[in-house]
């Protein structure tokens, strides 16, 4: 087995059912499996994985009952027959080449490839990449491959990293610290499906919150500079955050940004509230890991 295809899911069983769709249509691919890793679903997740299993494409179906993105794969890759693993999200929309671009661009066992992540409103969007889908992100596990060698060799994903946010960019870190190589093969490309109307601001709001508390995380681990100007913990950013980011200013944002104004100013709106909170909670999680 050359690829082991690797998705932890949770509660997403239409999504899923299209990213399985689009991977029995891949073409001229390296032999590969498919295994879907539940995170903990309540819905329809299992059957939607076993009517797939036994169609054209071998697809292995595990459980990881505790809701922690790092684990599930761990679990995937444990399980893993192939020589290299890739990752994708559990919404997304593969073309026919994907596995087969992965294939071609993976060289070894030390090198982690990366491909353009093309963020769309729809299945019908399905523009191809610009520039302005570079990614210099070592490991963004939407869209990446590496050896299975390399990623027990790195320790695989911390676990402790059990909220939304930065647990491949830590191993990232670490696989670099290890001397592989990185590569961003652009024929890799893949179709983010992000549908606006349930992209909710309640829903990001809690995404940018818990992706400040796993920044405190990533920075207790790696305390470099490079690590705080990624996480915007550098000292311009705090100051704004501890003094210049108030209640009332965050409520403004707030209510602009679900009100009637112009759809410019509800994106700045909506846009300056996320960072608002991320900073405010960044700061709260490098407090606690201080008084720790």
């Not at 239409?14 to 691919?29: N, V």
């Not at 032999?31 to 903990?40: T, W």
């Not at 299992?46 to 505790?66: D, N």
């Not at 993105?69 to 679990?75: F, I, V």
Request: charged share 25%; hydrophobic share 40%; proline share 5%.
């Amino acid at each position: 087995m050359d690829f082991s295809v690797v998705i932890a899911t949770k509660d997403r069983q239409e999504y899923l059912r299209r990213t399985l769709e689009s991977l029995e249509g891949q073409t001229h691919a390296p032999q590969f499996e498919v295994i879907v890793v539940d995170n903990g679903s309540a819905d329809e997740t299992k059957v939607v994985v076993e009517a797939c299993a036994g169609r054209s494409i071998p697809v292995r179906y595990l459980t990881e009952p505790q809701p922690n993105r790092g684990k599930a794969r761990n679990r995937g890759a444990q399980v893993a027959a192939g020589r290299y693993l890739l990752f994708c999200d559990d919404d997304v929309w593969l073309p026919p080449a994907w596995v087969a671009a992965h294939g071609a661009a993976q060289r070894g066992d030390d090198e982690v490839v990366n491909g353009p992540i093309l963020n769309v409103p729809s299945y019908d969007a399905r523009p191809l990449p610009t520039l302005a889908n570079y990614s210099r992100a070592f490991l963004c596990t939407c869209n990446a491959s590496l050896s299975r060698e390399a990623f027990f060799r790195a320790g695989g994903f911390d676990e402790t990293f059990d909220l939304y946010g930065w647990e491949d960019t830590e191993l990232g870190v670490r696989l670099r610290q290890a001397k592989c190589r990185w590569k961003f093969a652009w024929d890799a490309f893949l179709w983010h499906v992000k549908p606006p109307a349930e992209n909710t601001l309640e829903i990001e709001s809690r995404k940018a919150i818990e992706k400040a508390r796993m920044a405190g995380r990533f920075l207790t681990k790696h305390p470099s500079r490079r690590a705080r100007l990624a996480t915007g913990a550098h000292a311009l950013n705090l100051l704004r955050a501890r003094y210049f980011l108030p209640d009332r200013l965050l409520a403004l944002y707030a209510g602009l940004s679900t009100s009637d104004a112009p759809g410019w100013l509800r994106r700045v709106s909506r846009g300056q509230l996320l960072d608002g909170l991320y900073a405010r909670e960044l700061v709260r999680a490098l407090d606690a890991g201080d008084e720790r």
